[in-house]
């Protein structure tokens, strides 16, 4: 199975709550979940940039194979550099549709 996890709230119980649902994922003892996946933008952009409060959380799950991807877009918007973001996160072009894109490969998809 494989699992995306969209965040985009700002919401700091959200953005907990996203971390949390992807350390669950990969310390699940059966074995199904192949792939975890973060896409971040808005708000949630927050979570993955170096000056946020959860960089340890998200080089811990990035060490752990859990892919994230930053919207560009959100970058742009919110006047932020991919220097930014906490190394290993990817950008892509736009968040709506790399969470679309992830789901017609099969991927379920949650929202905190």
């Not at 991807?69 to 932020?80: G, I, Q, Y």
């Not at 990817?90 to 949650?110: D, I, K, S």
Request: proline share 2%; hydrophobic share 40%.
């Amino acid at each position: 199975m494989q699992t995306l996890v969209h965040l985009v709230s700002g919401d700091e119980t959200e953005q907990e709550t996203a971390l949390k649902i992807a350390r669950n994922l990969l310390d699940d003892e059966s074995g199904d979940i192949d792939d975890v996946a973060i896409v971040a933008q808005a708000g949630g952009i927050g979570s993955v940039t170096t000056d946020g409060a959860y960089e340890d959380r998200v080089e811990s799950l990035l060490a752990d194979g859990v892919a994230f991807r930053a919207c560009s877009n959100t970058l742009a918007a919110m006047d932020l550099e991919e220097s930014d973001l906490i190394e290993g996160v990817e950008t892509v072009p736009e968040g709506a549709v790399e969470a679309t894109r992830l789901q017609t490969e099969g991927y379920a998809y949650l929202r905190p």
